[in-house]
């Protein structure tokens, strides 16, 4: 079904632009480990891996979404290594997101080297499932370029969701952190504090060939959890809702990212009741059929495309330490990975060895597409669209998951888990690299001043 809002009646002009899509299965094995648990069985839904490449606009522009916990270090350089091999472009013209369904696959393939090196268990860092998908999405991504088909038109909407995210932290009168409203909350008292600082909008950005859809990119910021830990790999509510809108809209693909949802939750609208993923489910369906009945469609060309890269050096969390890290890997192997040490040592000696880290933007006329590392906090996302009202500005976060949550510098201040040693790998001067970036990424060096506010 197309948008009901009909395309501008101008000819496009001539344009060599293309669309091609890929999609392959990336569910785990029954057996094998997910981030907290091994598999039992297959679900009703399959994780997905999904992309596409726009061709005409340069070298080849390869976006991708797979339904995992996170992809970092080596695995997220793997990534972008073979679609970009398979494409016939740069590993930075390349970005590639976690949704961040918990109840799923991690991939860290320094984390394992470090762990197989040591002589221990690499568990859920165990590799050999992970580049099996990376192999398939390879070989997709190669065979839909013969399947390439011209992309004419451009459609943007958004649409408002309704009792989905909420604000994690809870601040008290002191501006400290004082609760935190997990992905499930039980406590009433914390589901009845307001909702907080949040984005509720959904981004919905769309590829057309004449009158037909080709590809539908939805955006939106939150933790995707309802419940996890059931040994079942699932897509959880958004990508519930993605079926949902495939099915709607089944000629073309649908692709999600999840925006900068590091501080934000479900846990406002969600108590533990498994009937609630489909309760959220059908809210963010609701607003993506919303947002694409609102579309507004008008001709693309290749001039009108193009893709800009900042290469960053994110700051190292102060707390970290290879030495101390490499010395509880020694003396304790099995507890270091499990609380994380081999993730925290990966990302660690990355960053120390100049590994920096690469921001993308895609430009699609009117519209700016970010794409960012780790857990970022709604800010960011926040004063992106602030920051320039005039575009259509939609995040992707979950790129790099190296550096686990980013916060605001304010919020390293306030305390609370997700600025804790236990879940950011960086300092709080992460805020003014990451703006900097993401102001000149924005075209201008726009102020990005507003995000701590």
Not at 135 to 146: E, H, V, Y
Not at 318 to 334: F, M
Request: net charge negative; proline share 6%; with cysteine.
């Amino acid at each position: 079904m197309a948008a009901t809002q009909p395309a501008i009646e101008v000819e496009p002009a001539a344009s060599t632009l293309r669309i091609a899509t890929f999609d392959v299965d990336a569910t785990p094995p029954v057996g094998s480990l997910m981030a907290y648990d091994p598999v039992k069985h297959r679900g009703d839904l399959t994780l997905r891996a999904r992309g596409l490449v726009l061709l005409g606009a340069g070298d080849p522009i390869v976006l991708c979404a797979v339904d995992w916990i996170g992809i970092a270090n080596e695995g997220h350089d793997a990534f972008r290594q073979a679609l970009a091999q398979a494409t016939g472009t740069s590993p930075q013209r390349v970005a590639v997101h976690a949704v961040h369904q918990h109840d799923a696959p991690y991939c860290d393939f320094t984390a394992e080297r470090i762990l197989k090196d040591a002589a221990a268990d690499p568990a859920e860092f165990e590799g050999t499932f992970q580049r099996q998908v990376i192999a398939d999405l390879a070989l997709a991504a190669a065979k839909a370029l013969a399947q390439a088909q011209p992309c004419t038109h451009l459609g943007l909407g958004e649409a408002r969701v309704d009792q989905v995210a909420s604000n994690r932290r809870i601040l008290g009168p002191d501006g400290k952190v004082r609760a935190t409203r997990w992905t499930a909350t039980h406590d009433p008292a914390i589901r009845a504090e307001p909702e907080g600082i949040i984005d509720p909008m959904v981004s919905v950005v769309s590829l057309w060939n004449q009158d037909q859809p080709v590809a539908v990119l939805s955006c939106y910021a939150t933790h995707p959890q309802s419940y996890y830990r059931t040994g079942i790999p699932d897509p959880d509510f958004p990508g519930l809702a993605r079926f949902l809108r495939q099915l709607a809209v089944p000629e073309a693909l649908h692709i999600h990212f999840t925006g900068a949802g590091g501080n934000l939750g479900a846990g406002k609208y969600n108590d533990g009741a498994r009937t609630n993923r489909l309760v959220l489910a059908e809210r963010l369906a609701e607003a993506m059929r919303r947002a694409w009945e609102t579309t507004q469609r008008q001709p693309i060309a290749a001039d009108q495309v193009s893709w800009s890269t900042e290469t960053v050096a994110l700051p190292p969390a102060k707390h970290l330490s290879i030495a101390t890290l490499e010395t509880e890997l020694k003396e304790r192997a099995s507890a270091f990975r499990t609380e994380g040490g081999a993730a925290r040592l990966a990302w660690l000696r990355r960053t120390e060895a100049g590994q920096a880290t690469d921001i993308g933007c895609l430009s699609l006329g009117r519209a700016r597409l970010l794409h960012l590392p780790g857990e970022l906090f709604v800010e960011y996302q926040l004063a992106a669209k602030a920051a320039r009202p005039d575009l259509f500005v939609a995040v992707a976060a979950y790129g790099d998951y190296g550096p686990w949550y980013i916060g605001t510098a304010a919020a390293y201040e306030e305390g609370g888990y997700e600025t804790s040693p236990a879940a950011s790998n960086v300092a709080p001067e992460v805020e003014s690299v990451l703006t900097a970036a993401i102001g000149r990424l924005l075209h201008g060096n726009v102020n990005l001043k507003s995000i701590t506010h």
